[in-house]
């Protein structure tokens, strides 16, 4: 069984930084494209960022692109998200997906505010 568990969420103010982690179990965890995407309240659930099997390939959409990195550590079974400069429309509840899998964690909430 998959088991993707966020961390990291949390409050912080419009500038900041945050770092999410996504701790994986039920796969193998190397040989699967990983991805974080992100729900706002009444909005549809939208890509942030994918990552490739070897890390060499990412992709992100176009609101977080120059300010999230994502990265993965293998041999932790772990996929990151680094967000910089956050802004109050990055507020929503962010989740981690292995698209192979059709496995989701359950969120973890990120609250961008002054």
């Known amino acids: 069984q998959v088991q993707l568990v966020e961390s990291g969420g949390g409050w912080v103010q419009p500038g900041g930084s945050l770092r999410l982690s996504c701790a994986a179990s039920?796969?193998?965890?190397?040989?699967?494209?990983m991805s974080w995407y992100r729900q706002a309240p009444g909005k549809e659930r939208e890509l942030v960022a994918r990552?490739?099997?070897?890390?060499?390939?990412?992709d992100y959409g176009d609101s977080v692109k120059g300010r999230f990195t994502i990265s993965r550590d293998d041999g932790k079974f772990t996929v990151y998200l680094q967000m910089n400069d956050l802004k109050p429309e990055d507020t929503a509840e962010y989740y981690c997906h292995a698209p192979a899998r059709n496995a989701w964690g359950q969120g973890t909430q990120v609250t961008v505010s002054s």
């Open positions: 039920g796969l193998a965890f190397s040989m699967y494209v």
């Open positions: 990552i490739s099997t070897t890390g060499a390939s990412t």
